[in-house]
């Protein structure tokens, strides 16, 4: 066998053994096990926020709000809730946060369709959705491009999310309008060759890695990534990763809870 085959192959095997953490950029700050701490994820309640130094993890409540026809989001109290002091890096009680209610949500997400409205398929159409208070964006998805739009909406740029984005399902804007994340799921080589070859013919494409990416909103330029394999059998049924991921207020900084139930916090600077 030549030389340079020998290569490849072993570059192949490499990729496939490969941490499944990948970090293009972007500094941990910390990072806390609640499967330690007897926490168990919900795949379809539980939501992680931040505001001012505490960042939260709990189930949501969805109360119906019939004027503005969508659910008024809330951590539910009946629900187990975890709250840290991001400053004192260390688990505080509950009631350090006060209330509950929907000053704990992001002021621009788009996660899956809103329960509480009237015409579900309204949730999801063609028109721009808000990404921050002076931007918005579509999704051009026979192009496999995300459009950001001025307040005219004329475009300003445009990323490519590559093919198994979930653009329109996946991204949360930081409060300061100044950063937003694209969230999306993809596939690690060997799970690309099992679905050319193996499940060539299956309906559908199977993914089996997630990935956040972190934009600055003035310009588009991809400020931080990180992209983890999933652990097997773990994630088949789960909602989009949206619920999980959220922004300090100032944008400078961003949580997120992963499948194996570490929370990170990572700092995000402009470089």
Same mark, same amino acid.
């Given at each position: 066998?030549?030389?340079?085959?020998?290569?490849?192959?072993?570059?192949?095997?490499?990729?496939?053994?490969?941490?499944?953490?990948?970090?293009?950029?972007?500094?941990?700050?910390?990072?806390?096990?609640?499967?330690?701490?007897?926490?168990?994820?919900?795949?379809?309640?539980?939501?992680?926020?931040?505001?001012?130094?505490?960042?939260?993890?709990?189930?949501?409540?969805?109360?119906?709000?019939?004027?503005?026809?969508?659910?008024?989001?809330?951590?539910?109290?009946?629900?187990?809730?975890?709250?840290?002091?991001?400053?004192?890096?260390?688990?505080?009680?509950?009631?350090?946060?006060?209330?509950?209610?929907?000053?704990?949500?992001?002021?621009?997400?788009?996660?899956?369709?809103?329960?509480?409205?009237?015409?579900?398929?309204?949730?999801?159409?063609?028109?721009?959705?808000?990404?921050?208070?002076?931007?918005?964006?579509? $999704?051009?998805?026979?192009? *496999? &491009? #995300?459009?950001? %739009? +001025?307040?005219?909406?004329?475009?300003?740029?445009? /990323?490519?999310?590559?093919?198994?984005?979930?653009?329109?399902?996946?991204?949360? $804007?930081?409060?300061?309008? *100044? &950063? #937003?994340?694209? %969230? +999306?799921?993809?596939?690690?080589?060997?799970?690309? /060759?099992?679905?050319?070859?193996?499940?060539?013919?299956?309906?559908?494409?199977?993914?089996?890695?997630?990935?956040? &990416?972190?934009?600055?909103?003035?310009?588009?330029?991809?400020?931080?990534?990180?992209?983890?394999?999933?652990?097997?059998?773990?994630?088949?049924?789960?909602?989009?990763?949206?619920?999980?991921?959220?922004?300090?207020?100032?944008?400078?900084?961003?949580?997120?809870?992963?499948?194996?139930?570490?929370?990170?916090?990572?700092?995000?600077?402009?470089?």
């Amino acid at each position: 066998m030549p030389d340079r085959w020998k290569r490849k192959i072993i570059f192949v095997v490499l990729l496939i053994l490969a941490d499944p953490w990948l970090h293009a950029s972007g500094n941990t700050l910390w990072k806390v096990n609640v499967g330690n701490m007897g926490y168990h994820t919900d795949a379809e309640r539980t939501i992680v926020r931040w505001r001012g130094k505490y960042v939260v993890i709990g189930s949501v409540k969805y109360t119906p709000d019939p004027e503005k026809n969508q659910c008024i989001v809330s951590f539910d109290p009946k629900q187990p809730l975890l709250v840290f002091d991001f400053i004192a890096r260390k688990h505080v009680p509950a009631d350090a946060i006060g209330r509950l209610e929907q000053e704990w949500e992001p002021p621009y997400w788009r996660g899956s369709p809103d329960p509480c409205a009237l015409d579900k398929r309204a949730t999801f159409d063609d028109s721009p959705e808000a990404l921050t208070s002076d931007l918005a964006y579509h $999704s051009e998805y026979d192009k *496999n &491009r #995300f459009v950001v %739009l +001025d307040k005219n909406h004329h475009e300003k740029y445009r /990323i490519s999310p590559n093919l198994f984005s979930c653009w329109s399902g996946c991204i949360t $804007s930081s409060r300061a309008g *100044n &950063r #937003f994340a694209l %969230l +999306d799921t993809g596939q690690t080589l060997g799970k690309w /060759i099992t679905n050319h070859t193996i499940d060539f013919l299956a309906d559908g494409v199977d993914t089996d890695k997630k990935r956040i &990416r972190v934009y600055n909103a003035k310009d588009g330029k991809k400020l931080y990534q990180v992209s983890w394999v999933e652990p097997k059998g773990c994630c088949r049924d789960r909602l989009p990763l949206g619920p999980r991921v959220a922004f300090s207020d100032d944008g400078a900084m961003l949580a997120f809870l992963d499948d194996e139930g570490v929370l990170r916090v990572i700092g995000i600077s402009d470089q």
